[in-house]
T-cell receptor
Framework: SQQGEEDPQALSIQEGENATMNCSYK?????LQWYRQNSGRGLVHLIL?????REKHSGRLRVTLDTSKKSSSLLITASRAADTASYFC??????????FGTGTSLTVIP | DAGVIQSPRHEVTEMGQEVTLRCKPI?????LFWYRQTMMRGLELLIY????????DSGMPEDRFSAKMPNASFSTLKIQPSEPRDSAVYFC????????????FGQGTRLTVV
């Protein structure tokens, strides 16, 4: 499968703690995107990192990309109960193929 | 803009019936994607259009599935005849300039085939 694989599958933390989730993929990518999905809702784009970038920030989100290891991580700092959701990485391969990973289910306990 | 609009939000149908899912993309977006989400298979790209033209339909599971985009503001995904294994949440998404920019998703249509 060309899909990214998120790790861990599920994560439960206390409010205020940091949450880190990882994504590994198999082939060269054009870019990698992270999305959030609240229960019963559509996906919401969080951040896009291109293959020539190593790190990006957006508010409390920090994404890193290591193309040599074919992996990315999403860090959410100072988590809030509202961050409870599933998080997906999506890899865009050369040739415009686009694959979502299996997702990490994050629960932030108030 | 109201975002990507999908209808209906929920659909329950009997096996063998025709099902039509509808999508209105964000105005100005030139790419439209149809995805299916299930617990077993996760999110799967079924088909995508660029400027109303189907570009890649390799994800369409079988001939029972068809998709059209008659104009820039409307697309349909049709299943005929429907089967219980088609039960899933179907998402439509649109973007400007394809997969190298963010995609905006609709709320999805939850399809149940009994």
């Amino acid at each position: 499968s060309q899909q990214g694989e998120e790790d861990p599958q599920a994560l439960s933390i206390q409010e205020g703690e940091n949450a880190t989730m990882n994504c590994s993929y198999k082939t060269s990518i054009n870019n990698l995107q992270w999305y959030r999905q609240n229960s019963g809702r559509g996906l919401v784009h969080l951040i896009l990192i291109r293959s020539n970038e190593r790190e990006k920030h957006s508010g409390r989100l920090r994404v890193t990309l290591d193309t040599s290891k074919k992996s990315s991580s999403l860090l959410i700092t100072a988590s809030r109960a509202a961050d409870t959701a599933s998080y997906f990485c999506a890899t865009v391969l050369t040739g415009n193929q686009f694959y979502f990973g299996t997702g990490t289910s994050l629960t932030v306990i108030p | 803009d109201a975002g990507v609009i999908q209808s209906p939000r929920h659909e329950v149908t009997e096996m063998g019936q025709e099902v039509t899912l509808r999508c209105k993309p964000i105005s100005g977006h030139d790419y439209l994607f149809w995805y299916r989400q299930t617990m077993m298979r996760g999110l799967e790209l079924l088909i995508y259009f660029n400027n109303n033209v189907p570009i890649d339909d390799s994800g369409m599971p079988e001939d029972r599935f068809s998709a059209k985009m008659p104009n820039a503001s409307f697309s349909t995904l049709k299943i005929q005849p429907s089967e219980p294994r088609d039960s899933a949440v179907y998402f439509c998404a649109s973007s400007f300039r394809g997969m190298n920019t963010e995609a905006f998703f609709g709320q999805g249509t939850r399809l149940t085939v009994v």
